[in-house]
Every structure is written in C-alpha cells, then in structure tokens.
C-alpha cells in the first residue's frame, strides 16, 4: 500500500519561502518510472500543478510557477520537498503531494492547508 503524507508549517509570513516535505511509504522515490508531484487548490479555484520530479531526481515545473519553485528529493529518507520562494497571499491553497504513474496520478496525500499571511 502506497501512502503520502504532507507536512511543513500552516502558516507562512508574505516574501518567505514556503516549504513542504512529502513522506512517501510501501514504494521508493528512485523507482523508475513513477514522478512525484505537487498539487495545489487556492481557495474557491480548481486544482493547480506546480511541479514533479522523477524517479532520476530530474524535475519540471509549470511555467507560471517556475521562477519560484524548486522540488528535491531524499532517498535516506525516502522523502521530496517543495519549495516555493517570495510567497504571496495568492500561494495560499491546500497543498496535494501525489504520484504520476503512467500520466496518470495513483496516489494522493491528503493535503495541508497552507496560508500566507502577516
């Protein structure tokens, strides 16, 4: 059984660097050919995807967002992490961990809701 699990603080000051980590058990972050990405839901707006990397530590993100984000993954540790730089109000949303088989996600964390706030 493949689990996700998000975790990194709730509430983030404007201009500071957002981070969340993502424990992945029951399969490795090194298995070719899986992606492991990050999802967001602003408030009231649809799901939005910010990035994955793949099993070779390669990483792509979506061009809205790129300037700002990085994905890195520790294999110890079995574990990615996002970080997204100079938050705004606007990168508050519930942040989705998941896994991209075959262009197709299998596997969701359950969120963290993140706020960027004063």
């Known amino acids: 059984q493949v689990q996700l699990q998000e975790s990194g603080p709730g509430l983030v000051k404007p201009s500071q660097t957002l981070s969340l980590t993502c424990t992945v058990s029951?399969?490795?972050?090194?298995?070719?050919?899986?992606?492991w990405s990050w999802i967001r839901q602003p408030p009231g707006k649809g799901l939005e995807w910010i990035g994955y990397?793949?099993?070779?530590?390669?990483?792509y993100f979506s061009p809205s967002l790129k300037s700002r984000t990085s994905i890195s993954g520790d294999t110890a540790k079995n574990q990615f992490t996002l970080q997204l730089s100079s938050a705004t109000p606007e990168d508050t949303a519930l942040y989705f961990c998941?896994?991209?088989?075959?262009?197709?996600?299998?596997?969701w964390g359950q969120g963290t809701q993140v706020t960027v706030s004063s």
């Open positions: 990397m793949d099993y070779s530590g390669s990483t």
């Open positions: 998941a896994r991209i088989s075959q262009s197709t996600i299998d596997y």
């Open positions: 029951g399969a490795s972050i090194t298995t070719a050919y899986y992606h």
